[in-house]
């Protein structure tokens, strides 16, 4: 296998050269667009692992092209971080709620984003080491290999976060979690993000599980549960 293509769209080309830089220096096939439309024309061609993408694009910003990413089967479970300004934090919600995996502030180190992108790689090669794993709780059906969740025999289609966090509540129904406890198990210790970002991760799984969003219960003070069969 070769090394892995990650896919950089930044229309600042000092940030845009930083990050080639240091993701060469990792092994890494850094590829750079300045648009979004550029992006996606190289998305359609390239096997591309990973998408830092810039909230702040000409042309189609970057949440409109989170959004049509994951509205695209082909997109749906590509790994996207997002570059943000501290200033963007309702954009960051907006792009969380749209699906993207995670987020890094400018400034921010090289450093801290290439142990972000290695996390998330990581993550999605367990993943597809999976086999055909089922996980059933209640009217929920998590075929773990397959990457596909039914709930009452109707598919959803989730993010890998969504997916992540439904998948560890499933996995102990009546067992409360805390938030910082959910960031533990879906992306590891010592993972710097926001307890917010888990509650809008959240709003999202339930709006996508319909009326059966209630089996999943906020402890008030304390975090979240899959209710006890």
């Known amino acids: ?19 080639r830089f240091n993701l060469s220096l990792e ?7 300045h648009s979004a439309e550029d992006a996606y024309r190289v998305l359609e061609s390239e096997d591309v692992s990973l998408v830092l ?6 042309g189609m910003n970057g949440l409109e092209f989170c959004q049509k990413l994951r509205r695209n089967d082909q997109f749906r479970k590509l790994g996207i971080i997002m570059l943000t300004a501290k200033n ?7 792009g969380l709620e749209l699906g993207a995996d995670d987020y890094i502030s400018k400034p921010f180190s090289p450093q801290v ?4 992108i290695k996390t998330l790689l990581r993550r999605s090669a367990s993943e ?11 009217d929920i059906d ?3 290999g397959r990457h596909e969740v039914y709930v009452a025999d109707q598919p959803i289609k989730l993010t890998q976060s969504e997916f992540l966090i439904l998948e560890f509540l499933c996995r102990k129904p009546g067992w409360v979690f805390t938030r910082s406890q ?21 709003v999202g799984l339930r709006k996508k599980m319909g009326n059966h969003a209630k089996l999943i219960e906020t402890i008030r003070g304390v975090g979240y549960r899959m209710k006890e069969q």
């Open 113 to 116: 984003l290439i142990a972000r």
């Open 27 to 33: 092994s890494f096939v850094p590829i750079v667009c």
């Open 128 to 138: 597809e080491a999976i086999a055909n794993d089922r996980l059933k709780v209640h």
């Open 88 to 94: 963007q934090e309702e954009d960051l919600v907006r």
């Open 182 to 202: 959910i960031v533990d198990a879906i992306r590891g210790e010592n993972y710097a993000v926001t307890e917010r970002a888990i509650d809008f991760q959240m």
């Open 1 to 19: 296998m070769g090394a892995k293509k990650i896919l950089i769209v930044e229309d600042d080309p000092d940030i845009a050269e930083l990050i």
């Open 53 to 58: 993408l810039d909230i702040m694009l000409p």
């Open 142 to 144: 998590i075929h773990l």
